[in-house]
């Protein structure tokens, strides 16, 4: 059969046989919109957005499904066809968490929030990770209208974080089956399909068990089909879209050598791909999962470090370190150990069997994955009996009793470790993509690795390193001399298979589990470390009594806390910490009660500390609580018969709470509005029915009380009253400030919540600019006057460690709590 | 071409033994209708009875299937030697006695009990069943054998002309077994209606070494049992419809896909399938080449199973969830065979045409619509059962001659017909011959043949939504119109049934309904809303009493009735107080009772107890 023709919107095109309606527009360049189509799938059918009219053909069929014939005529854009698209996108929307799209603000709030804001659970595009690459809101993008008025529903129970590296969250699933289509094109026995039916339908294993104890590999390819956001990746999905091509490299975690690709972002390694969606290309959830978290890992080791006279570890840098090296094997000759590693690039290897030779040492090489002290037992023996002088151990491959038997030692190594404080010599390592080097392949033959990445601090390639010692011993840097085969694997090897059995548990003699977490849901083996740090847990801290989800991402914590309900004021805060390590995050007072001894408060999920308090139960300790900070509202600006308008967004309809009790016992009329994106956002009404005189629901797609902000409440209503008092996100207040009536004397407040360490005005994080004034929050707020707040330096300051707060984002935190 | 040759003369000894033997026979109808009557308790009264009177070696006492008068079950028949059979219905335990005592040991019919007689005229005064108001207006060929063999006996169904149709069509050439269907004009009875000779053209065309027939037998609409009825009252001719279709097509393998909720049916299956390969009927090469095999599939109760792609999803042991056509099962269906795929009544009209020749079949019914069709009669109708008419028959007639009218007297106010996918027709409907085009024509469907009456008391919104309710937890969840549309439609269905609708929700409906029937992948999303649609097409006036009005015209909207007693006719009975199940209705002994409306939930149960009429509802 050869190509034919076919007219698609009186264009007449050319098809090959085999194509689809949809793929033969596709190439003469016709958009048709479609979302569960794939090219690398097979045709599927279920978003029904591709609908075209065929002539002769009955109906509107689907352009993914319909086979491209000679002589067919396709019409794809009538306007019976847009009013069916338009329809059955709001039918999908109506299952989506899509609010944003009824907001009236929408566009004003994306130019200002560039990137989503880093929530614990997406509850709308605004607080989803995915929503630079959605494919859903590229289709709904002017493209889509509420006509019908279909509520949104969304479903606490439908977020799931019990499973390793993935987390899920079926209120933004709409069933196209791209994650179970590209689970069976790879697996062929899938892991994941839909399982239930009608509303209860969704993506699980069989049984809906956990994946974790089911087939799944955890290769990834599910989240990276995934055009919803509904699958992400727990620990890289804050990065978003990548800022340049994917570059290839070689995984040097384990023998197999797979390549991959890798997803870069601001010069950093934010994911792994496979190359292809074939099953020879899969990843395994080391490659897919540990290898961009080992990067980017907090225990990086980035200073490299030399023991001085008086026995401290001193900041030294290239060379400086180089000859150190030099010196250390010059001095020790014929009595140094070099302990190196089989998985270390050939270049390395190569150079340190020149060290061997040039300096007289003795080499032991073992295999990448090797546990801690398995020398083999004649070198043991030896150094156990100190025949060695200096140690040169790169990777953490040697405990500190055995290296303590030598007189000097050197660590090459790309993490910390706790033996690297006795080092004499410490070298940051770069690894993994870092890192441009030849690896061996199944049969022997070698493979290029390149890097993908620039080295930060000190760290550099072993190998460059070892050279410019050998270049001081007089070698030159080919090394001609020391070429060596590499080994084939011993026959009957067989390629690891992606069982978890089967997966390197080890890489330069550290843990992975201490990399990434998650690894411990898949029964990985836990570091000596890590067990210590676990069972050092303090135990002590403020007893939290009650707990409760409000809302997606809102936790309301009822703690026990006697000294601070005693003292507490409207307005005040307080500094939490769930762990002893935890960072310190301010949040508002949202209740006290000084007889009973207990203060509440309403944390919103928006990062690793927030979403760590948020995963603890009731009967759980904060290790910090500290407060009441801040300075209260006051109360006497308010006078009895006055009125008081209070607008909280997010947490602030927590916040206000206490504010307008304590005005309303003082006689003054008090009016509450409150805004949330959507009616499943909303909390805390009949609380606040109680303490105001009128209670305003304000929500941004209009599907509870009306449609709107707290903004166009003040723009409207804002007149009427003598105060108004505004607490919610920067955004928010920002607009509310906007909105503010011209009235002589009217009290204009807000409650900011910047980014904050001690609590008491002695670090300055917390500065604001208010009237042009630099504040403190802590302890000239947290109320200032809402109309001189420079909300957009308070944005910027906020932002400025938004990296480090994504790669702080929590890994597996033990199962999120939701409800 | 006569395989059975040797067969048939013995199976014909037995039926003669059974029909017209020297015992009393007696027979009780023991489908899975029949013993939720009591069918089982019955036989066990019997055999006891028989010893008691010491007869046990004059009476000659078998199962039945049903015979279709399911408002008169259980229905035991009785038929001395030499005399007409006699059928008895609504029999307890108690009447045992008295019907052997009488018309087994001593040979007089009890006429108060009786229903029929199997007889030309009247015999004892009892009315033939030929002409009982149920059975006259019937032409029963799909249901020819049901409640009138044993279904157990290979030699029943062979003895009464089974598999002579097989033996035809395995003297024709393939392609003129096709042609023969063509002309009998019969359509596809699972609801679509599609000429089933056209289709097995398709199959038959397509090349392959392997091909399959598959029996679609997972009957599931609310209220329809005719699949049922006729697997486990005349498994065979559905076995033999298959053999014939397996033999037009080419193909040497068939699967039965039934639902695992007919215990009853897969095991009379597994029997006549067991007998059919001991006949050499199956799993063995006849002459001509022809070798076929049967297996069993029990599905586990999805709804969607009945769509054939996703029915044969669920035989490969995948999730069943339909797939875009094309490739359509004939070029590419079960294991990525060609496949062809019948409903069960279809297979079992195939085996009669096939014996009695397309001319006669084809005789009945209307112009495009040709034959015979089972209908099943459930709901607030005064003869509920199994009726099998030729197509074309009158609305009216189905209802009210056959089914009696609606029971307890109240007036009819509506029939749903083909399940959740089809629609509702009114009193005006009556003159409507009932056929393919005519019941499309009036927004409904005959689908598989379900019939669900209601009346006065049935509200019109209720109903939808129960359907939609039904079709919003089988919908599949693939396809986004119908995974989101059933929910919504629901939503609003209930929203208005709570007294909380605006008029706007109407239009909605109409919106989410056109997108439904528009862009759903599959029949089952398709036609989700046609039991809205047609109830917002003949009835929009209770749409709108509730909405305007707040009020259930029906009475039947328990958000929108309220109770309260009536003082002039409470006789203080207390039976409402012991009905209710909040303690809302009190009151003492022969003192006038009350209401409390706090507690009343608005169940009805006090409604539905008092005797005197004095509860009242409003």
Redesign the interface.
């Known amino acids: 059969m050869s190509a034919f023709k076919l007219t698609i919107d009186g264009q007449v095109v050319e098809a090959e046989p085999g194509m689809t309606v949809l793929q033969a527009a596709q190439r003469a360049g016709i958009f048709i919109p479609s979302l569960c189509d794939h090219k690398e799938l097979s045709?599927?059918?279920?978003?029904?957005l591709c609908?075209v009219e065929i002539d002769k053909v009955r109906?509107?069929p689907?352009s993914c499904?319909?086979?491209a014939a000679e002589g067919m005529v396709v019409r794809t854009n009538t306007e019976q066809l847009q009013t069916?698209r338009r329809?059955?996108l709001e039918?999908?929307m109506?299952?989506h968490p899509s609010p944003c799209f009824s907001c009236d603000s929408r566009a004003d709030c994306e130019v200002e929030r560039k990137t989503p804001t880093r929530s614990g659970v997406a509850t709308r595009c605004g607080t989803c990770s995915n929503r630079p690459l959605c494919g859903l809101r590229g289709i709904a993008m002017g493209n889509f209208e509420r006509?019908?008025?279909?509520?949104i529903?969304y479903d606490l129970s439908k977020i799931e974080t019990n499973d390793p590296f993935i987390d899920k969250n079926h209120n933004l699933c709409?069933?196209c089956?791209r994650c179970f289509r590209v689970c069976q094109k790879i697996h062929n026995k899938p892991a994941i399909?839909?399982?239930?039916?009608?509303?209860?339908?969704k993506i699980a294993v069989e049984f809906e068990k956990q994946w974790s104890a089911e087939e799944c590999k955890f290769c990834g390819a599910c989240i990276d089909e995934c055009p919803t956001g509904c699958l992400t990746d727990r620990w890289g999905k804050w990065f978003g879209a990548p800022d340049s091509e994917d570059k290839e490299t070689v995984c040097p975690l384990c023998k197999k050598h797979c390549r991959l690709k890798l997803k870069i972002k601001d010069g950093k390694v934010v994911g792994t791909k496979a190359l292809s969606l074939s099953s020879d290309d899969v990843l395994c959830a080391v490659g897919k999962f540990v290898f961009p978290q080992i990067l980017n890992s907090a225990g990086r080791l980035t200073i490299g470090r030399i023991m001085s006279e008086r026995g401290e570890q001193i900041p030294a840098h290239g060379e400086a370190l180089a000859d150190r090296l030099f010196e250390l094997l010059e001095e020790n000759r014929g009595k140094s150990l070099i302990v190196g590693t089989s998985g270390s690039y050939y270049e390395t290897r190569k150079a340190l069997r020149a060290m061997e030779k040039v300096f007289g040492a003795k080499l032991v090489e073992l295999p990448s994955d090797a546990a801690q002290d398995s020398l083999p037992s004649d070198v043991l023996a030896d150094v156990e009996a100190g025949k060695y002088d200096f140690i040169f151990c790169v990777g953490n491959y040697l405990s500190a009793p055995l290296l303590k038997k030598a007189k000097k030692i050197a660590v090459a190594d790309f993490a910390k470790s706790e033996v690297q404080e006795l080092a004499d010599l410490l070298f940051p390592m770069a690894v993994l993509a870092e890192n441009a080097g030849t690896l061996a392949a199944c049969d022997g033959s070698k493979i290029a690795a390149e890097a993908a990445v620039a080295n930060v601090g000190d760290r550099r390639p072993l190998s460059g390193y070892l050279a410019d010692v050998l270049k001081k011993a007089g070698l030159n840097s080919n090394l001609r001399d020391f070429d060596f085969e590499l080994e084939a694997l011993p026959a009957g090897f067989k390629s690891p298979t992606l069982d978890r059995a089967d997966l390197p548990k080890m890489y330069l003699g550290h843990y992975l589990s201490d990399f990434a977490p998650d690894l411990l849901l898949l029964g990985f083996p836990k570091s000596p470390e890590a067990e210590r740090r676990a069972a050092a847990k303090a135990e002590s801290g403020f007893e939290i009594l009650e707990k409760r989800v409000l809302a997606p991402n809102f936790h309301e914590l009822k703690v026990a806390a006697p000294d601070m309900a005693k003292h507490a004021k409207p307005g005040q805060f307080a500094i939490i910490m769930a762990n002893a390590d935890s960072e310190r995050s301010p949040f508002t007072l949202a209740d006290w009660n000084a007889e009973e001894g207990w203060v509440k408060f309403v944390i919103e999920e928006l990062g690793r500390s927030s979403a760590e308090i948020g995963a603890l139960k009731a009967g759980d300790k904060l290790a910090v609580v500290s407060g009441p900070l801040g300075t209260p509202l006051d109360l006497n600006r308010f006078k009895a018969g006055s009125s008081v308008l209070l607008a909280g967004g997010c947490y602030g309809i927590g916040a206000i709470y206490p504010l307008a009790r304590e005005l309303k016992a003082r006689g003054v009329k008090v009016v509450c509005a409150i805004e949330a994106s959507s009616a499943y956002m909303l909390y805390n009404r009949e609380a606040l029915a109680g303490v105001s005189d009128e209670l305003a629901v304000l929500t941004r797609d209009g599907s509870a009380g009306k449609k709107g902000g707290c903004a166009g409440f003040i723009r409207d209503r804002g007149a009427d009253f003598d105060a108004i008092i505004a607490i919610g996100c920067v955004f928010m207040m920002g607009q509310c400030a906007k909105a503010l009536p011209e009235r002589e004397g009217q009290i204009k407040l807000c409650a900011l919540n910047p980014i904050m360490v001690d609590g008491t005005g002695m670090c300055g994080a917390c500065r604001v600019s208010v009237g042009g004034q630099t504040l403190f929050a802590c302890v000239d707020g947290p109320f200032f006057e809402l109309d001189k707040v420079d909300f957009k330096e308070l944005s910027a300051r906020r932002n400025a460690y938004k990296l480090i707060e994504i790669e702080a984002m929590p890994r597996h935190i033990g199962g999120r709590c939701h409800s | 071409m006569e395989i059975l040759k040797d067969l048939r003369e013995s199976a014909k000894s037995v039926w003669r033994e059974f029909s017209d033997g020297s015992k009393t026979r007696i027979l009780v109808g023991a489908a899975t209708c029949g013993r939720a009557a009591g069918a089982s308790a019955l036989m066990d009264e019997i055999k006891k009875e028989c010893e008691n009177l010491g007869i046990s070696d004059k009476v000659d006492l078998h199962e039945t299937a049903c015979i279709g008068l399911c408002y008169a079950e259980p229905l035991v028949e009785i038929k001395s030697p030499g005399a007409p059979s006699v059928l008895y219905s609504k029999v307890s335990p108690k009447d045992i006695p008295v019907l052997m005592s009488e018309h087994v040991a001593g040979g007089r019919p009890v006429v108060s009990k009786a229903e029929a007689a199997m007889s030309d005229e009247p015999y004892e005064g009892i009315t033939p069943f030929k002409e009982h108001p149920m059975i006259k207006l019937q032409h029963r060929i799909v249901l020819r054998n049901c409640g009138v063999i044993d279904p157990s006996s290979f030699e029943h169904y062979v003895a009464r002309g089974g598999y002579e149709g097989f033996e035809r069509a395995l003297s024709m050439k393939p392609e003129d077994v096709i042609e023969e269907v063509k002309a009998s004009g019969l359509r596809g009875r699972g609801g679509a209606g599609f000429s089933t000779g056209m289709k097995w053209g398709f199959a038959r065309a397509s090349q392959s070494k392997d091909k399959y027939i598959i029996c679609n037998a997972d009957e599931g609409d609310p209220g329809a049992f005719m699949d049922r009825s006729v697997l486990e009252g005349d498994p065979h001719s559905v076995i033999e419809g298959m053999m014939i279709a397996a033999y037009a097509i080419g193909a040497n393998r068939g699967y039965i896909y039934v639902r695992s909720e007919y215990p009853l049916a897969i095991e009379r299956l597994k029997l006549a399938i067991e007998q059919a390969e001991r006949a050499g009927l199956l799993k063995r090469e006849l002459p001509g080449g022809f070798n076929f095999e049967i297996k069993i599939k029990k599905g586990s109760g999805a709804f969607v199973c009945g769509e054939e792609t996703s029915l044969m999803a669920s035989i490969e042991g995948v999730r069943a969830m339909p797939r875009p056509k094309p490739p359509f099962p004939a070029v590419s269906g079960l294991f990525k065979k060609p496949t062809n795929i019948n409903n069960v009544e279809t297979l079992a009209a195939v085996s009669s045409i096939m014996r009695d020749g397309a001319a006669s079949y084809a005789a009945l019914g209307s112009e495009k619509s040709k034959g015979t069709k089972t209908f099943s009669l459930a709901g607030k109708i005064e003869r509920t059962g199994l009726i099998e008419v030729p197509l074309g028959t009158r609305l009216g007639d189905i209802i009210e001659k056959i089914g009696g009218g609606c029971s307890d007297g109240k007036a009819f106010k509506a029939v749903q017909t083909g399940g959740p996918s089809g629609g509702c027709l009114t009193k005006e409907h009556f003159d409507l011959p009932v056929d393919y085009e005519n019941l499309g024509a009036a927004g409904s469907i005959i689908g598989s043949g379900g019939m669900v009456v209601m009346n006065e008391d049935s509200c019109m919104v209720e109903v939808a939504k129960y359907f939609v309710n039904f079709t919003e937890s089988e919908s599949c969840g693939k396809c986004v119109p119908c995974r989101m549309g059933t929910q919504h439609c629901h939503r609003l269905l209930e929203k208005i049934t709570s007294g909380e609708g605006e008029m706007e929700d109407i239009e909605r409906l109409k919106k989410i309904a056109f997108t439904m029937k528009q862009s759903s992948l599959c029949g089952l999303g398709q036609t989700a809303p046609n039991p809205i649609l047609t109830t917002l097409r003949y009835f929009e006036d209770e749409y709108v009493a509730h909405i305007k009005d707040k009020k259930c015209p029906a009475k039947a909207c328990s958000k929108m009735v309220h109770f309260s007693v009536d003082a002039e006719k409470c006789r203080g009975c207390t039976m409402c107080a012991r009905a209710c199940p909040t303690g809302a209705a009190s009151g003492s002994p022969k003192k006038v009772h009350s209401i409390d409306g706090e507690k009343c939930i608005s169940c009805g149960a006090c409604y539905q107890a008092c005797r005197f009429g004095a509860i009242i509802r409003a």
Not at chain 1, 43 to 48: K, L, N
């Open positions: 045709p599927y059918g279920a978003c029904r609908v109906g509107t689907t499904t319909t086979p069916q329809r059955t039918l999908m109506s299952g006509e019908m008025d279909l509520p529903s709409v069933l089956g399909n839909i399982v239930n039916r009608g509303k209860r339908a």
